[in-house]
């Protein structure tokens, strides 16, 4: 059965969103061969069949996103097993899991606060890019100027597969049951096993 996204595939930018190429810069570009910022994103990106109807995905968002849209139909997933990476790591670094997710999933504060945790089956057939992240650094989009941030990159972890999911927010509404958003410390407290902080 063909993916509800499948036209996105056939459009490059999605896929150089996928490898953290930015994209929105560009299209407002006077010239054109300008070099485009890349900065974050996935390695190398493989195209994937998410599972429907039997498996939760997992996003962290922004609680001041500006609409559902944004929050729902953002494009960075993770299945049960990176997000168990990342839940695992609060324990050895003393992290809480806002600030562990922002750590291993290379999301500085300036672009999210990753406050809220969002859940859901995806009960229709979608597409996504998976990958090893890549490091955010200082530079173009990301100034490094929230004090939270504190002036310095965001390394990531190799070891967390990331999911970019293309044009994820025209297709949310008509895909994603079971949909949960939860600030991200009622989240915590449902998995102090893992956690342990």
Not at 3 to 15: D, G, I, T
Not at 98 to 112: D, G, K, T
Not at 124 to 149: F, S
Request: proline share 4%; net charge positive.
């Amino acid at each position: 059965m063909q993916a509800l996204n499948e036209a996105a595939f056939s459009q490059p930018h999605w896929l150089l969103r996928a490898k953290g190429f930015n994209t929105e810069d560009w299209y407002g570009r006077p010239q054109r061969g300008t070099a485009m910022e890349r900065n974050g994103g996935i390695e190398n990106p493989n195209r994937t069949r998410l599972y429907t109807r039997n498996c939760v995905y997992y996003r962290f968002a922004d609680s001041n996103a500006r609409s559902d849209d944004a929050k729902q139909g953002g494009g960075w997933w993770l299945d049960y097993e990176q997000l168990e990476k990342v839940m695992s790591g609060c324990a050895a670094t003393g992290m809480n899991l806002s600030q562990m997710a922002r750590h291993y999933l290379a999301v500085p504060w300036e672009w999210s606060q990753a406050d809220i945790v969002i859940s859901a089956v995806f009960q229709q057939p979608m597409d996504a890019y998976e990958g090893r992240g890549r490091p955010v650094e200082i530079t173009g989009r990301y100034l490094g100027r929230n004090a939270v941030d504190a002036g310095q990159g965001y390394s990531g972890n190799r070891n967390v597969i990331q999911l970019f999911v293309p044009d994820m927010r025209s297709h949310w509404r008509q895909t994603l049951t079971m949909v949960k958003v939860e600030d991200v410390r009622v989240f915590a407290r449902q998995h102090r096993d893992i956690i342990r902080v």
